[in-house]
Structure formats: structure tokens, C-alpha cells
């Protein structure tokens, strides 16, 4: 258990260099990066510049897998009090390896030189354009520093009551795994939830959809995961008060996160590019494997 914490809290400490690294970059204007130059400028804010961290997919990917890993420093020691270390920081940590084979796949530390090899004479290794092209005008508005955020961060903690009834399945285990779970769930459902209301106001002011985003596929697709969520808060309850319901609480903590999963994949895998102002354009074959 020891040794399984030490090495997660070296991964973690891993994403956050990383991180940093990034974003020091974007403020420092360093277009030689091609993630860098495709979502920031000098006329950006510094608000915005530290929103084109996750305005692009790289950038989302890497904020995703902060989120998951520093939510995972407070996970290990609820899981230690309810005897689940060790299961539980396993199957988180696999998920972290998920979302680090995407970062491979698709990093955003690819110079402007490597990704256009061959298009230009001047693209010669060092070369450094003198701007960026900028956020997309649509993103540039203050709720860009608010709303993904909290969304990932709701994202990311959805990841717990998942690996706690994978936790309880494996230790056949159906009634001590709800004590660490339902304060989890509950967090990750109340955040997950504001993140889509603001997400609702943010299009209500920039779009003009005179605040019905519903036909929004990729707005549809993160309030799926925060209701199945909120049926497990009360699934959760019954099995508190009544002991009922446990065989649903593990399928409903499953199904939250399988549907974290099919938002994600929505969203990124370019499939809803031509319908959803949200969604990203195509990743790359080997991420797409990977959201499937």
C-alpha cells in the first residue's frame, strides 16, 4: 500500500509539472508549440490565455488527468479509513493511465515545426511565429475561466463512486463500500450539476439561445451522466435508511461513469463536429480507439 501511494503521489506530482510547464509556455507567448499557437495570441487577457490551457483537446486531456490525480490525494486516505486502499487506488490509477495514453497520443508539446513538416522552407527546427491565432471568438468570454473547470472537475469525481463499487465487487463487499462512496457521489453530482448550469448560462449570453441549449448534443450528453448521479444520491440513501437497493447502486456508480466516458467521447472524438458548437474536431485514430 506503501509503495502503490508513493508512485501515485509521483504520478500526481508528474501532472502537475507538466501542467505548469504548459501553462508557463502559453504566458510566456511561446508560439514554437503547435497547441500553443493554435489557441493563444499576445491580444489575449491573461484570463484567457490561462483559459486556452483547456480550449484546445491536448490541453483538455491534460486538465482532465490533473483534476483525476489531485482528487486521487484525497481519495487514498478515505479509502485507507474503510480498509479499500489498495483496490481502489489500483483501479484509479489505471484511469489515470487512460487519460496519460491519450496525452501520448495526442500532446500538446509538438512543435509548430513537427506538425507542419514540409509545408513551408521556413519551418526549420527553432523557428517561432511572432503570434498565435488566438481563442475562437466564441470562447472568448469569462465564463470560459469558469465553466470547464468546475465540468471536469465534476468529471473527475465522478470517478470515485465507480472505482469504490468496482472496490466493492471484487471484496464482495456490498454494504461498508456506500459509507466513502455517498459523499463522493454527492460532491461530484452538486459540482457536476453547476458546471452544466453554468455551461447553460454561458450559451445563454454568448450564443443568444435565449437560454434553451437543450438541442446542444454535447450539452445533452454531460447532463446524462449528473442524472443518472442524481438517482444514485437517493438510490444510495435507500440502501443507508433500508438496507435496499445495492445491486442498484453499484449498476448506477458503473453507469455514471460510463457515461463520463460517452460525454467525453462526443465531445472529442470529432463525431459531432458538424452539429455542435462544443465538440472538437477529429483526434486521431488511436485516441478515438481509446474514448470507444
Do not use: C
Not at 503521489?9 to 502537475?16: E, H, I, P, S
Not at 456506500?178 to 452538486?190: C, E, N, S
Not at 448550469?197 to 438541442?215: K, V
Request: proline share 5%; no cysteine; hydrophobic share 50%.
Amino acid at each position: 500500500n506503501r509503495l502503490g501511494s508513493t508512485l501515485y503521489y509521483l504520478a500526481t506530482a508528474g501532472m502537475v509539472t507538466i501542467s505548469i510547464y504548459l501553462l508557463s509556455n502559453i504566458l510566456a507567448h511561446n508560439f514554437q508549440f503547435t497547441y500553443i499557437w493554435e489557441y493563444s495570441s499576445l491580444e489575449l487577457s491573461d484570463p484567457l490565455l490561462v483559459a486556452s490551457f483547456y480550449s484546445g483537446q491536448q490541453g483538455s486531456f491534460l486538465l482532465w488527468g490533473l483534476f483525476i490525480s489531485i482528487i486521487g490525494l484525497f481519495l487514498i486516505p478515505s479509502a485507507r479509513k474503510y480498509g479499500y486502499e489498495s483496490i481502489v487506488l489500483s483501479i484509479y490509477s489505471f484511469i489515470l493511465l487512460f487519460v496519460v495514453l491519450m496525452l501520448i497520443a495526442k500532446t500538446p508539446f509538438d512543435y509548430i515545426w513537427e506538425t507542419y513538416a514540409g509545408e513551408a522552407d521556413y519551418l526549420v527546427p527553432g523557428f517561432t511565429p511572432e503570434n498565435g491565432r488566438g481563442l475562437n471568438p466564441i470562447l472568448q468570454n469569462y465564463w470560459i475561466s469558469i465553466h470547464p473547470p468546475i465540468l471536469f472537475t465534476g468529471y473527475s469525481a465522478m470517478t470515485v463512486p465507480f472505482v469504490f463499487a468496482l472496490g466493492a465487487l471484487i471484496k464482495r463487499d456490498y454494504k461498508n463500500w456506500l459509507k466513502p462512496a455517498i459523499p463522493w457521489t454527492l460532491f461530484a453530482t452538486g459540482v457536476l450539476g453547476l458546471g452544466i448550469m453554468l455551461g447553460g448560462f454561458w450559451a445563454y449570453e454568448t450564443l443568444g439561445w435565449g437560454g434553451f441549449w437543450g438541442w446542444d448534443p454535447v450539452e445533452n450528453s454531460s447532463l446524462l451522466p449528473w442524472l443518472v448521479g442524481v438517482a444514485l444520491v437517493h438510490t444510495m440513501i435507500v440502501q443507508r435508511t433500508k438496507g435496499g437497493l445495492f445491486k442498484t447502486n453499484i449498476a448506477l456508480s458503473i453507469t455514471t461513469f460510463l457515461l463520463v466516458l460517452y460525454a467525453t467521447f462526443l465531445t472529442r472524438s470529432g463525431i459531432l463536429g458538424d452539429t455542435s458548437v462544443h465538440s472538437f474536431v477529429e483526434p486521431g485514430y488511436f485516441i478515438y480507439v481509446l474514448l470507444m
